[in-house]
């Protein structure tokens, strides 16, 4: 079976994680699945936005799949922790957008791979927590730093420390997650009204900006600015600027080629 399904519509990419009868947890196999396909979407310029999700209704991910990591050596669980360290980072660093619809318990693992997409779309029944501590162990995936810049070290421990699993309402009062929307049903329509949203504007524009949004979160403002100046200069010579600027003499919408 095809642990990680990803299915295309235009230029819209939706990536789900297919093991529903194990809550969608990662073992080592998904995760070398889910690394091909980042690798695949972040080179394809065709693909302006990725969609991110778990099958049935259960579970985004329930993190780790502790049933193999009890068979695991010590080498074996390094490895593992590497590799959900590396695929996490991978996704945070996709040139296109990312949108994890969180479609029911996104914990430990699960919970790390929506923090490090760029929005969290999560349904008003799912439940989400960082509960590694519960297990011996400690986010390994991004989870202690993503989690600490999203809503501040104060919050961040107090999640991280007691394990605690809360809902998608308060979830988004701390600011964790972007929307909660009403159903199931409406999820991926509200994930892919967001994409739409964003798809419609000048593709190279896009991938700048949220480069230099990333590149100047973690430096000084100067810095920031430097970072923001280069990825203009970038953008100065494409043809979608001159379009974006013809389209709007000739009162038209423009026609973005990604060029």
């Known amino acids: 079976m095809t642990n990680i399904i990803v299915e295309t519509t235009d230029s819209l990419a939706t990536v789900t994680i297919n ?3 194990q809550l969608n947890c990662f ?17 394809n310029r065709h693909i302006r936005c990725v ?29 593992n922790v590497s ?24 914990l430990g693992g699960g919970f790390e791979l929506a923090l490090a997409c760029d929005f969290r779309y999560a349904v008003a029944k799912a439940k989400m927590g ?8 400690i986010p390994g995936a991004g989870g202690t730093q993503r989690l600490t810049r999203l809503i501040g ?55 700048q900006a949220k480069f230099a949004i990333q590149q100047g979160n973690n430096v000084d403002i100067h810095t920031g600015l430097a970072i923001e100046a280069k990825s203009y200069e ?10 974006a600027l013809n389209a709007f003499h000739e009162k038209r919408r423009p026609r973005f080629q990604g060029k």
Do not use: H
């Open 153 to 207: 070290p104060a919050r961040a421990k107090e999640l991280i420390l007691t394990a605690r699993v809360i809902e998608a309402s308060l979830a988004e009062s701390w600011g964790m997650i972007t929307k909660v929307v009403s159903d199931d049903s409406n999820l991926l329509e509200e994930t892919q009204a967001l994409s739409n949203e964003i798809m419609v504007n000048g593709p190279l524009a896009v991938t």
């Open 234 to 243: 970038v953008i100065i010579p494409t043809e979608d600027r001159l379009e």
């Open 27 to 43: 073992d080592f196999e998904t995760l070398v699945q889910l690394e091909s396909a980042v690798e695949k979407l972040q080179l």
């Open 130 to 137: 960082l509960t590694e501590v519960s297990w011996a162990i």
């Open 51 to 79: 969609i991110f999700t778990g099958a049935g209704d259960k579970a985004f991910s329930a993190g780790a799949d502790l049933k193999e990591r009890k068979s695991l050596n010590e080498n074996e669980v390094r490895r």
């Open 83 to 106: 590799k959900i360290r590396r695929v996490f980072t991978m996704i945070e660093e996709m040139p296109q957008p990312t949108i994890a619809a969180i479609n029911g318990y996104a």
């Open 19 to 21: 093991r529903p009868d």
